[in-house]
């Protein structure tokens, strides 16, 4: 039994901002923390532009530590992660629509250059802040995929 | 590290919960089957070190990198 994710085009446009990111997202707590990071698992979820598509993932124990983060919809629209039962119960998730999916993005000198790891999203469940990054099981997607193509 | 010598259909059960079975071998490939509950991730160690590195490169870009990225989706946009 699988879960599909996707996200939902209309909420897009300020996909972060929709779900007050700022105000209502102060603190999300990763389930598991992200593969190389093991001592972090408190971040807050900061938008960074007015679109709302790109966001700053900060680390709370960190000041230092950050990840830039996206949502796939403007770059991979097709993009909509299958996820099983044991995300779904981990990240409590009771309705897809709360889910909100980040990719992980890897900056480079310009957008050409710069990657987003398809492989491994990290998915909030805007309800109850949980988080993780997520590997999912399909092998034909990649962990630096560019964001320009 | 235990160390344990298994013929093909031959298992080793780990905790409770854990049974890890030797399936095939065949030349210097072995197929195993991981029998494990929804709670235990079960993972090819490789993934995770590509992940961790594709994390840590991805951590703390600098400002500049930043700025050109959300500068170029503005334009992109337009």
Not at chain 1, 11 to 36: A, F, K, T, W
Not at chain 1, 47 to 67: A, I, N
């Amino acid at each position: 039994m699988t879960t599909t994710v996707r996200p939902v085009a209309e909420q897009e446009r300020d996909e972060c901002g929709s779900v007050g990111v700022m105000h209502d997202l102060p603190v999300i707590e990763l389930v598991h923390p992200l593969p190389g990071f093991p001592e972090h698992r408190r971040f807050a979820l900061v938008q960074l532009d007015d679109d709302g598509f790109l966001c700053d993932l900060r680390s709370l124990e960190d000041p230092d530590l950050r990840f830039l983060v996206a949502s796939p919809v403007p770059f991979f629209p097709d993009y909509a992660p299958e996820v099983g039962d044991d995300v779904v119960a981990e990240l409590e998730i009771e309705d897809a629509s709360d889910v909100l999916v980040l990719l992980v993005l890897t900056a480079g000198a310009s957008l050409a250059e710069s990657t987003a790891n398809l492989r491994a999203p990290v998915l909030v469940n805007t309800t109850t802040r949980r988080a993780t990054q997520v590997i999912l099981d399909d092998s034909t997607l990649s962990v630096a995929v560019p964001l320009a193509s | 590290m235990l160390v344990l010598s298994r013929r093909a259909g031959e298992s080793v059960v780990v905790g409770d919960e854990v049974t890890v079975t030797i399936l095939e071998v065949r030349g210097d490939v072995v197929r195993v089957g991981i029998d494990a509950p929804r709670s235990v991730s079960v993972h090819r160690a490789e993934l995770l070190a590509e992940l961790a590195t594709s994390n840590q490169g991805a951590a703390s870009p600098p400002q500049e990198a930043v700025a050109t990225l959300a500068e170029a989706l503005r334009r992109r946009k337009d």
